[in-house]
């Protein structure tokens, strides 16, 4: 079937699969097909689809205010707040509503903070090469792939790109004019690829020394994904500003930057904002999220699980499959292949994943897949990359 599109701008390479239905860890087409989900809408619905709680609770609030927007006070805005700023030991969160508009907050209140103490020229902000950390013309530069630094000119300045885990590299980039780095714990569009202890706890020593602010994007790796509510917490440091999006609201669009005490009065009246952020629908199902990362047994579950999909897949082939990565529900299996011609045929055999970069498959499944799905999954992936390679 070509699935004839006379009114869309053509951004997406579309799968040819139309999703109705999702139940559990599972979704189903609109020909009545099943499909084991390993994608989770890339890392969002991490509670899976149709978690009676959330569906309860998004049900009673549409009912009643679906918006009110903030020049009103919001009692769900103070209550998720609190729970969001308790459950991350952060000082202060503004709510955004995706995980680019977070980025772009969190470099505006890194800016802003180092021209506060220090004034103009001290503004630049590093990233990884490889990462991925948004679509707008702010984050786009922030992404450290030159493809993405293509067209769209002018970009805004004051970026440069450290090479991961090079600690040399990152000496010789930082500099006076240096306010921040933003870094993924794992690079997960980039072909999931973790920072090494060593690297972030050089670069947390430096930038506590020197006042240069460490920001987490935790967009991809937060709120579990990882079998920590955050992906940096695997190395003992403290960021200055978290971004979370994706998971935190379980399919709704909601985005966050949290900062520490240091930058808590940065932002004051009128320097930013946004008309959806913080919207009651949305808060209300990060409500629901929250509440379940703070129940004690899910993320060890998390944890758990993960092991299970990283062992199942760890010796698998070498032939075919150059390595596997990843933590906790966060994997990606690097092939000898396209990784696209793995997808394709996962989806006929009934397994959705992703994919990262040309050879990386990524697989994302719902925080609340059972072990015995995760068993089913990989022994799908591993028979479709036979066909394909052997
Ligand atoms: C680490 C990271 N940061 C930022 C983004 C951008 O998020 P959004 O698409 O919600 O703007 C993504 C999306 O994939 C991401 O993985």
């Known amino acids: 079937m070509t699935y004839k599109n006379d009114y869309l701008m053509d951004t997406y390479d ?11 860890c599972y979704l189903y087409d609109s020909n009545g097909n099943k499909y084991l989900d390993f994608t989770s809408g ?18 009673a609030q549409i009912s009643k205010l679906i918006h009110s927007s903030n020049i009103f006070k919001n009692e769900t805005l103070l209550e998720v707040s609190k729970l969001l700023v308790e459950i991350s030991e952060m000082s202060k969160v503004f709510f955004s509503n995706s995980g680019a508009e977070s980025n ?26 490889q990462s991925f950390h948004g679509r707008t013309m702010l984050t786009l530069r922030a992404t450290g792939q030159e493809k993405f630094h293509k067209y769209f000119f002018p970009f805004p300045e004051g970026f440069d790109y450290v090479e991961r885990n090079n600690i040399e590299d990152f000496k010789n980039k930082v500099d006076d004019s240096v306010c921040a780095i933003l870094l993924e ?38 709120i579990g994904r990882t079998g920590k509510l955050f992906g940096f917490q695997y190395f003992n440091v ?34 930013h904002g946004s008309t959806f952020g913080g919207n009651i629908l949305s808060l209300t199902g990060a409500k629901v999220v929250l509440e379940r990362m703070k129940e ?3 993320l060890p579950s998390v944890v758990e699980k993960g092991e299970v999909l990283y ?27 396209p990784a696209k011609i793995v997808q394709q045929k996962a989806l006929e055999k009934g ?11 990524r697989l994302l499944p719902p925080l609340v897949i059972s072990k015995e799905e995760i068993l089913k999954g990989v022994n799908i992936l591993k028979k479709s990359i036979i066909e394909i390679g052997g």
Request: charged share 25%.
């Open 185 to 222: 714990s794992i690079q997960g569009e980039g072909g999931v690829n973790p920072l090494t202890e060593e690297f972030v706890t050089f670069i947390s020593n430096y930038c506590e020394e020197k006042d240069i602010l460490m920001i987490f994007d935790e967009v991809q790796t937060g």
């Open 238 to 271: 403290r960021p200055d500003i978290i971004t979370l999006a994706k998971g935190l609201g379980a399919g709704l669009p909601i985005g966050a930057v949290l900062c520490n005490e240091k930058l808590s009065n940065v932002f004051q009246k009128g320097d």
């Open 104 to 129: 772009e907050g969190a470099i505006k209140l890194a800016r802003k903070y180092s021209f506060l103490n220090y004034g103009y020229g001290r503004n630049k902000v590093l990233s990884l090469k």
């Open 296 to 298: 004690d047994d899910f």
């Open 351 to 361: 397994l959705l994943v992703l994919t990262a970069g040309e050879n990386v498959i």
């Open 14 to 24: 579309f799968l040819d699969l139309t999703l109705v239905k999702g139940e559990g």
């Open 311 to 337: 062992e199942a897949l760890k010796n698998f082939y070498s032939e075919l499959v150059i390595g596997v990565r990843g933590r906790g529900l966060m994997i990606g299996v690097e092939v000898k292949m």
């Open 42 to 59: 890339i890392g969002v619905s991490s509670l899976g689809y149709g978690d009676k709680k959330l569906c309860k609770d998004l049900n």
